[in-house]
């Protein structure tokens, strides 16, 4: 099994799989925990949209779907600062929207084009050492304003108005973390897809809540089963020819199965007694 390893495509898999878990399952953690779930969802589809617009007018794709992405996500952000409207309204309204601008978009083009469709199902055994260059430098990014404001995350995600009552400027901290989301599942966008990258940041984090009690080991336990399921999907669908990103998710859900069997919250509330 271990031959794999003397492909380049094979090494930047891992590599990616590897910084895609690390990624995913920290910005998770915030996300579920501060009940954004929906947000990923409309975040994916406003990059695909920005994707296929970049194939249709022959610019960069991917600095479109960052774009697309941010764009989305500020907008819904700043309509619920100022009460306009709840943030799963204007998150269903924009998923829908941006993937109504992404099927018009493929209408648009004149021939069928294999790519635009690789970013919509995601190939991690495809990324370039461009791409993976790229991802290296956005995700150290992501990596490194997490860890340096990791305290005025913590508080903004559980008390967001106590947090701006003791001097945090919870606003500009809550649009940061929108955009370390975007960016996140902008980075991911390649190698897992974008039906499919959403589910990489909610179903890890999900599982590491059903034995955390603490944001730390909830980030790390998200960690463990997103970089596990990342490889492992990787290395299966390798050695059996089947679709990666599918692969990763399929294994990342049945992780998320086997911790609610096993759950000590639900055990200790009798759910499973």
Not at 17 to 30: A, D, K, Q
Not at 240 to 263: E, K, N, R, W
């Amino acid at each position: 099994m271990a031959e794999f390893l003397h492909y380049g495509f094979m090494q930047r898999a891992l590599l990616s799989s590897i910084l895609i878990g690390t990624l995913c399952s920290i910005i998770g953690v915030f996300v579920i925990l501060k009940g954004l779930s929906f947000i990923g969802a409309g975040t994916s589809h406003a990059a695909f949209a920005g994707v296929t617009l970049g194939y249709l007018i022959q610019f960069n794709p991917f600095v479109l779907a960052i774009v697309f992405g941010l764009g989305t996500v500020w907008t819904i952000g700043a309509l619920y600062e100022k009460g306009k409207s709840e943030l799963d309204v204007s998150t269903g309204i924009f998923y829908t929207l941006t993937m109504a601008l992404a099927i018009l978009f493929i209408g648009l083009m004149k021939v069928y084009n294999a790519e635009v469709y690789g970013y919509l199902f995601g190939s991690i055994l495809s990324v370039t050492p461009a791409d993976l260059e790229i991802m290296l430098g956005l995700g150290g990014v992501v990596l490194f304003l997490i860890f340096l404001f990791y305290k005025e995350f913590h508080f903004i995600t559980f008390d967001q108005d106590m947090a701006e009552a003791s001097g945090i400027p919870a606003r500009r901290f809550f649009f940061l973390l929108l955009t370390l989301i975007s960016l996140t599942i902008v980075i991911s966008f390649k190698a897992v897809g974008a039906l499919l990258v959403f589910a990489m940041v909610i179903i890890p984090a999900a599982s590491a809540y059903q034995f955390a009690c603490r944001m730390k080991t909830m980030m790390a336990l998200s960690i463990g089963f997103g970089v596990f399921a990342s490889i492992g999907g990787v290395i299966i669908s390798y050695e059996y020819d089947l679709p990666s990103g599918a692969t990763i998710v399929l294994l990342a859900a049945f992780l998320f199965f086997l911790s609610i069997l096993f759950s000590k919250k639900k055990k200790r509330f009798g759910l499973f007694n």
